[in-house]
């Protein structure tokens, strides 16, 4: 992994990876013309998770889709690994994700696998696109499949050969076989039942504690909670609030983040009451 | 639907008392034997994973198992009736009437032709026998009971132009309309944002209070049962694995599952940090309050 001090890659401790500043990014054209984020500035460093909460329409899946140049930013400036990529043209963007500095996990594990592709063949392509020879390709797709606790058994299957835990952690294999310095992902447990949800959440921990710098953008502030390190909460296109997790949970300060903590099933019930929430919406509204 | 009077021992709306259901195709026993009852004012929820049963279970009680699947053992009651051999118009005056139900995607049960307050308004016509005028206030006053906010503007609107937690709303209307005295909510909430899930379980907590509605949650989710149940049954593969008060359940859960389920709320949930071991934790204080600055800040609105 590129966190070990004597890897080529290494910059120093605590340096941010992602570095986005003022960010803005407008759907549609002239009349229809809406924007969707609005000055949104959030720095990831090597070894740190930080949660992007939000809710339907809060903008947080677009806000990885412009990290990784899949959206045009309208203003704003983002930096990735030292680069700045606020320019980039589309071959640029294809060049810096092809590296595989910045990878992504998206919810649907089906998806993002070629279903006609064995497990091992989704595994090695991104390290043969990058001209890694074949052996040296499998014998990481193998350390990786271990890393994320899979049996090497299921390199030869096909992806609908496989549970929907299976299928995600084998995405998150394929993520790291490149070693990113900065993973992106978005709402990477939602689709999952209970005991592969903690599974995946260990599997991230460890590799935020090996020094990957990672963004994880969720509706479910639960799981985010359960490994940010710091959470930022979007709320119609805003970042609102950002602070340490344990702060964002115990002291919201922002109206909607106190709803949103307010609201989140807890096993010992929920931080506000039914009378609390409703003073909170009706805050909101105004 | 009348208030729960105080002190009245009440008998079970819906009773289940070992309920096996058979997959006839594949003769295979799918759900193990579920029991529980529920009186006015009560809720029961019904945790597990897609696959535990805990949707068939509810089919069972709504008479409404897919095909080639039987309630091969056991009763169900509603109302103090057994339900078996009900014929298929009694079936009819039943549901809605006295046992209703809403599901996780509430879309697909509404017409998209047609204007969702018309949708309710037929329930209390074909239900109640309300001519068109008296049906559309009915329609109305539901719209406004399970508080959205302008019923006028939704009565006209098709499901395209309300959100996922309006429509739900709709749903819960339309599934009170009739008057029942169970609703059924199967993973009511789930694809629905966290505040908006928490507005819905806030009206169905409020529907009960209210009206004396006994309530049967079914959830994936431990801390939403948890939430709103006083009862909770956890199911996984067809059997019961735990059942009692909820806060047995919570705190002194007997079976792996079980411990599996909140361990997951504690180790990587809000939990971690509401309920946190001193040592972990360093802004709590010596004096006991185990409140952090955030809760405190939410008993101050309330």
């Not at chain 1, 009378?275 to 909170?280: E, I, Q, S, T, V």
């Not at chain 2, 509401?274 to 709590?284: F, I, K, S």
């Amino acid at each position: 992994m590129s966190a070990d001090p004597a890897a080529p890659g290494y910059a120093g401790p605590g340096r941010p990876v992602l570095e986005v500043t003022d960010l803005e990014v407008h759907y549609g054209l002239r009349r229809r013309r809406r924007r969707v984020l609005q000055g949104v500035s959030l720095s990831v460093a090597r070894g740190e998770t930080v949660g992007v909460i939000g809710e339907t329409g809060s903008g947080k899946s677009t806000f990885a889709r412009a990290v990784l140049g899949l959206v045009h930013a309208s203003a704003g400036r983002i930096r990735i690994d030292g680069e700045d990529v606020t320019g980039y043209s589309h071959r640029q963007w294809r060049a810096l994700r092809r590296r595989g500095v910045v990878q992504y996990v998206f919810q649907d594990p089906l998806r993002s696998l070629d279903p006609d592709l064995a497990i091992e063949e989704s595994l090695i392509e991104p390290l043969l696109v990058q001209g890694v020879g074949r052996a040296e390709a499998v014998a990481r797709a193998r350390r990786y499949l271990a890393r994320v606790h899979l049996d090497e058994d299921l390199l030869r299957r096909l992806p609908g050969e496989l549970s929907g835990g299976q299928r995600q952690r084998v995405t998150v294999a394929r993520v790291l076989v490149t070693e990113p310095a900065l993973i992106i992902l978005d709402e990477p447990v939602s689709g999952l039942d209970s005991a592969n949800r903690v599974q995946v959440l260990q599997i991230l921990k460890d590799l935020r504690d090996s020094g990957v710098a990672l963004v994880f953008i969720s509706h479910d502030l639960g799981s985010v909670a359960g490994v940010a390190d710091r959470i930022a909460v979007l709320y119609e296109g805003e970042i609102v609030e950002v602070a340490a997790a344990r702060t964002v949970i115990n002291a919201p300060r922002h109206v909607y983040t106190r709803l949103l903590v307010g609201s989140a099933p807890t096993l010992r019930s929920a931080a506000a009451d039914r009378a609390g929430r409703d003073a909170l919406r009706a805050r909101l509204r105004v | 639907m009348t208030p729960v009077p105080e002190g009245v021992p009440e008998s079970a709306v819906l009773a289940l008392r070992d309920v096996r259901i058979r997959d006839e195709v594949n003769d295979r026993e799918i759900v193990h034997g579920v029991s529980f009852e529920l009186t006015p004012g009560r809720v029961v929820g019904i945790v597990g994973e897609s696959g535990s049963g805990k949707t068939l279970t509810c089919r069972a009680a709504l008479g409404i198992l897919p095909e080639h699947f039987v309630v091969s053992g056991g009763s169900i009651e509603i109302t103090g009736h057994d339900i078996a051999g009900l014929t298929p118009a009694r079936w009819v005056d039943l549901r809605g009437g006295t046992i209703s139900a809403v599901f996780q995607d509430p879309a697909s049960y509404l017409n998209p032709s047609i204007p969702v307050g018309r949708q309710i308004a037929e329930v209390s016509r074909v239900k109640k026998g309300l001519n068109r005028r008296a049906a559309r206030h009915r329609a109305l006053e539901l719209l406004a009971a399970v508080r959205l906010r302008d019923p006028e503007l939704v009565y006209g609107q098709f499901t395209f132009e309300l959100s996922g937690g309006m429509l739900q709303r709709v749903l819960i209307a339309a599934a009170i309309a009739a008057g029942p005295k169970v609703l059924i909510a199967d993973e009511a909430t789930t694809a629905l944002d966290v505040t908006v899930q928490a507005e819905i379980l806030d009206l169905l907590a409020d529907l009960r209070e209210r009206t004396g509605l006994a309530l049967v949650v079914v959830s994936h989710d431990l801390a939403v049962v948890a939430q709103v149940c006083d009862e909770v049954l956890v199911m996984r593969s067809g059997e019961v694995v735990e059942q009692g008060p909820t806060a047995q359940v919570l705190y002194q859960p007997r079976h792996e599952y079980t411990r599996l389920l909140i361990d997951e709320h504690e180790q990587y949930g809000l939990d971690r940090f509401l309920d946190a071991p001193a040592a972990d934790a360093p802004e709590v204080d010596g004096s006991g309050d185990h409140l952090g600055a955030g809760e405190k800040e939410l008993d101050r609105v309330r």
